[in-house]
């Protein structure tokens, strides 16, 4: 087959089905492999690696993450439950430098869109044809008086990024006196995971129930709603006495009161907008924006990056692509599924584009699990697509959705082992 | 000829061969259709295995599913039977023409299937059941085939799956009920077990 005819080819199977295919392409025969500088080893960046070196064996993909090995923060509530270990939600990047992607140790501080370098704290610059910079979050310190970055590392972790405050929240939960309470208090949206905060305080009453049943789980909340919440509510009610007098868990929503003004960390007395709430232990989910190399690298605009929702790329630099918790993806949730889908949309728009192909039309998924106790899983799931008119990522309708309502104790508990299933593709898909 | 050019020589007939499945699933008319069969395919990833090789016990390995099963599948799922969890929410997203391209991905997919713990024992006899019972359409000890995977498949998957149709929600395919009410005849309550003992057995 001639290049031209495989070119051809490729254009009849719909665009990049071809990878390999473009393996005897003169651009790549002739000059140096294609670079491709991936920063941050979450669920964006390391899917992103694997399926760009999946997509065209030929291309030099290197992976900068600070960390040697990765904490998944999806998961890390059943840490808080007591369900798992810290060490099972934990992984290193072997697998992916068994598919050939350079793997360093190192921190990007700054890149330069018109030399195409990514400056590291080691003082290193890795020269990219293209550039995906997958951070996920920071937190907006400052947004609750009281409470800094060195507050949560010591008494009331965030826990936010799973790791030393997941077993800081867990011992603390551990060693509250019996009939003690725990303050959640969750962040305005948009921020990561947005099943998370309550799929933790279900968490936590689990353990509580099984070893501290007299005690109590607040959570303060900002919004008037939440993600899942009439199936969170059948849980509760059914696994933790929700809407009785020995309710396990209370939810304060904003226009009750939940929004939350201050924290007096040494008294570990929360102020909200009605009351003062004191706890045992005291969670704060802070208000998020994108990790700090987004910022550095003048990607963001407000908290987040914009995207072109086809590509992914950058709208205010070219060649650079930003994924996952950090890019403005509207309607897509900051979740790891949705940074796994993207991953997949960048990979393939970066092959295309090398190759001299218009990238092809978008598809992206997401599917939330959440464990809101014994044999009770839930899930919200939906597929997208691109509406090219408007550059925007819309759920195509008449699909997806919700767990149903009131379903039978069978499908709950299937849904407790497709989360578990799930988690382990997803780790696979992003990192073996 | 290298090693390196074996591999590409390799690489590149996989990938004719999957182009040339594409073609056909998608056909001259086709090729204005919006994603491509792979971009389709790659989002189900996240619960099915990069490719459909599933390592998740309760989630079905999926890649070199015969296409004409994965699409009555998808339609199932799409009319909201099989007792779904999720997979109706899903389907309900994809036209028919997206169905047979996503069929035509996961067909050209190697399984790669991993072990399983299983009883060595109930799973001799599941062989000999199967081979009486249900090798007639589950040909070759139920590789990959017109009938649906079983072989290599994942046993708690299995085990909802044959739970759900002799709880009556979901419909028997031609003849499986009377070959299930046979082998159950034979081995009494331990026919299922030893079947899907034998199926977690293979794994290729």
Not at chain 1, 276 to 284: L, P, R
Not at chain 2, 29 to 43: H, R
Not at chain 2, 85 to 113: C, H, P, V
Not at chain 2, 144 to 156: E, F, K, N, S, V
Request: proline share 6%; charged share 20%; net charge neutral.
């Amino acid at each position: 087959m001639t290049d031209i005819n495989r070119r051809a080819f490729i254009r009849a199977a719909g665009g990049v089905a071809a990878l390999g295919a473009t393996l005897g392409f003169p651009s790549l025969a002739l000059g140096s492999a294609r670079r491709v500088v991936v920063v941050g080893g979450g669920v964006g960046g390391s899917t992103v690696a694997k399926y760009l070196r999946k997509l065209d064996p030929t291309l030099a993909v290197t992976l900068i993450e600070t960390k040697p090995s990765y904490t998944t923060c999806f998961m890390s509530n059943e840490v808080l439950g007591g369900e798992r270990t810290l060490e099972s939600i934990t992984f290193g990047y072997d697998g992916l430098r068994r598919h050939g992607v350079d793997v360093v140790m190192d921190t990007a501080v700054g890149i330069d869109p018109v030399k195409k370098t990514v400056q590291t704290a080691s003082g290193k610059g890795f020269d990219y044809d293209a550039c995906v910079v997958s951070p996920g979050i920071d937190f907006k310190w400052g947004a609750i008086a009281g409470y800094n970055a060195e507050i949560a590392a010591n008494s009331v972790p965030h826990a936010w990024n799973a790791g030393p405050q997941t077993l800081l929240l867990r011992r603390q939960i551990e060693a509250m006196p019996e009939g003690g309470r725990v303050i959640i208090v969750a962040p305005p949206d948009p921020f990561k995971c947005p099943p998370g905060p309550y799929e933790r305080a279900s968490q936590i009453a689990l353990y509580c129930k099984h070893h501290k049943p007299r005690a109590k789980i607040i959570i303060l909340d900002a919004k008037d709603a939440f993600s899942k919440q009439g199936l969170f509510i059948e849980g509760w009610t059914k696994l933790y006495g929700y809407g009785t007098d020995n309710s396990m868990i209370q939810w304060v929503g904003g226009s009750g009161g939940g929004k939350v003004e201050s924290l007096d960390a040494a008294k570990l007395s929360i102020q909200a907008e009605i009351e003062e709430f004191k706890g045992d232990v005291v969670n704060i989910i802070p208000p998020q924006k994108a990790g700090a190399i987004a910022f550095a690298a003048d990607l963001a605009e407000g908290d987040w990056c914009p995207v072109n929702k086809r590509t992914f790329e950058s709208k205010r630099h070219k060649d650079i692509y930003v994924l996952g918790d950090a890019s403005s993806a509207a309607k897509m949730p900051k979740s790891a599924y949705a940074a796994n889908s993207q991953a997949k949309v960048a990979a393939a728009a970066i092959v295309s584009r090398f190759h001299g192909l218009e990238p092809g039309d978008p598809t992206f998924v997401n599917t939330c699990y959440s464990v809101v106790g014994e044999d009770f899983g839930i899930s919200v799931a939906a597929v997208y697509s691109h509406d090219a008119a408007t550059n925007s990522i819309e759920p195509i309708p008449n699909s997806g959705g919700i767990s149903p309502a009131k379903a039978s104790p069978e499908i709950r508990k299937r849904e407790v082992s497709y989360a578990h299933s799930w988690f382990k593709n997803v780790i696979n898909d992003m990192l073996e | 000829m290298g090693v390196d050019d074996m591999k590409s020589n390799e690489i590149m007939n996989k990938v004719i061969r999957n182009l040339i499945l594409a073609a056909l699933a998608l056909g001259p008319a086709a090729v204005l259709a919006a994603p491509s069969g792979q971009a389709l395919s790659f989002t189900c990833a996240g619960c099915h295995g990069t490719d459909g090789s599933s390592v998740g016990p309760s989630m079905p390995a999926i890649a070199g599913m015969d296409p004409g099963v994965f699409i009555d599948a998808m339609k199932a799922y799409r009319e909201d039977q099989r007792n779904p969890t999720i997979m109706n929410r899903m389907a309900k997203a994809y036209t028919d023409e997206q169905f047979k391209e996503m069929a035509w991905f996961f067909a050209g997919q190697r399984l790669r299937s991993m072990p399983q713990k299983h009883d060595a024992a109930l799973a001799a006899r599941g062989a000999d059941l199967h081979k009486k019972h249900c090798e007639k359409c589950h040909e070759k000890g139920g590789r990959p085939g017109d009938a649906g995977t079983l072989a290599g498949q994942w046993m708690p998957y299995l085990e909802y799956t044959l739970g759900d149709f002799l709880d009556g929600k979901r419909e028997w395919p031609r003849k499986m009920k009377r070959k299930v009410d046979a082998a159950v005849a034979e081995e009494g309550k331990n026919a299922l077990p030893a079947l899907i003992h034998y199926y977690g057995s293979q794994h290729q």
